[in-house]
């Protein structure tokens, strides 16, 4: 277990410096590629374990309707989270702090630039080192058990939500509650990453696009 935390620490600690690093010498707007240094040290620490990838959630799901039932699940849940929640939090913390998506409003080239950055840094990034290798690493450390795998739904869910504190506490206990129930979804419809992938990236398109249009729809 104790290797195990390390290991999680470190993915963490590196993609986080990654972040930070580009965007503030390259541009806060393509921070999101920093998360590709944590995924990284993601395959590193796999390929050191000479543990199957595909436990780390590299397998394709058991079928198209699997792939099709989780993906439209995992935007339910997104979508019931942010919209029952808020209401509630907002009284308590006031709206998440979505500031610095404002300049995407009318701006094609910063919707595109952050339309890649959503696909790659989290769609790709955060649901590999969150959901595939933080959860997972823990569950399978702790004994592959009903224990291990809460134990590492929450530890992953705290991780991802305090690493949105910019969006203030609302925005972080949406997010913790979104990465709780996403975290069940992944553990019990097979642990495929690829479904998780795709929705996460419907989701921030969904959210990009927004924005850009100024439409305020969702936000």
Excluded: C
Aim: no cysteine.
């Amino acid at each position: 277990m104790l290797r195990a935390i390390a290991e999680v620490v470190v993915v963490v600690v590196v993609a986080v410096f990654a972040l930070v690093w580009i965007g503030t010498n390259v541009s806060l707007y393509l921070s999101p590629l920093g998360m590709l240094a944590g995924v990284a040290a993601v395959f590193l620490f796999v390929s050191l374990s000479h543990d199957n990838v595909e436990d780390y959630g590299f397998r394709w799901p058991a079928s198209a309707r699997s792939l099709a039932l989780t993906t439209l699940a995992m935007i339910g849940i997104a979508f019931g989270t942010f919209f029952l929640l808020e209401p509630l939090l907002e009284p308590i913390f006031g709206l998440p702090n979505l500031d610095v998506f404002e300049p995407l409003t009318g701006n094609l080239p910063l919707y595109l630039t952050m339309l890649a950055m959503s696909w790659i840094g989290a769609a790709f990034g955060e649901e590999v080192i969150y959901r595939g290798f933080i959860q997972t690493r823990l569950a399978l450390a702790a004994g592959d058990n009903s224990v291990g795998w809460w134990l590492g739904i929450f530890v992953q869910a705290g991780i991802f939500a305090i690493l949105h504190l910019y969006q203030g506490w609302t925005g972080v206990i949406e997010i913790f509650v979104f990465g709780v129930a996403v975290g069940w979804l992944y553990w019990k419809s097979g642990r495929s990453l690829v479904p998780l992938i795709l929705a996460h990236g419907i989701i921030d398109t969904m959210a990009m696009t927004d924005f850009y249009l100024g439409a305020g729809v969702l936000f």
